[in-house]
């Protein structure tokens, strides 16, 4: 099942944005949910996931105190607020849902993702 991202876009340094991601056709309430990204010829890392039950329960140790996560179960939606944006933050966002947050540690393909989203653009630039 496919999720949908959004809300990337070009910002300069010190700045913010709010990506988005929903789902639709089905609820995300039993899932854990959560974001990731990838740098342009680096690996994919984990930035934050929200358990079912709504607790934080990975965090990326590069976006501690700057990024947050939401979700809003009636609208099948996730959020990621990104503060304090710095140029290492550039590269392409993508939502994913899955039954616990393990899967934001150590690697792991997309297909062993209860759900993927298309990536959103996020560029950090002056």
């Known amino acids: 099942v496919q999720l949908q991202a959004s809300g990337g876009g070009l910002v300069q340094p010190g700045g913010s944005l709010r990506l988005s991601c929903t789902r639709s056709?089905?609820?995300?309430?039993?899932?854990?949910v959560g974001w990731f990204r990838q740098a342009a010829g680096k690996e994919r890392e984990g930035v934050l996931c929200?358990?079912?039950?709504?607790?934080?329960?990975y965090t990326g140790d590069s976006v501690k105190d700057r990024f947050t996560i939401s979700r809003d179960d009636d609208k099948s939606a996730v959020y990621l607020q990104m503060n304090s944006l710095k140029p290492e933050d550039t590269g392409v966002y993508y939502c994913?849902?899955?039954?616990?947050?393990?899967?934001?540690?150590?690697?792991?393909?997309?297909?062993?993702?209860?759900?993927w989203g298309q990536g959103t653009q996020v560029t950090v630039s002056s």
């Open positions: 929200l358990s079912s039950r709504g607790f934080v329960e």
């Open positions: 056709g089905s609820t995300l309430s039993h899932l854990a």
């Open positions: 994913a849902a899955d039954i616990w947050c393990d899967r934001w540690r150590g690697s792991h393909s997309t297909a062993e993702f209860h759900s």
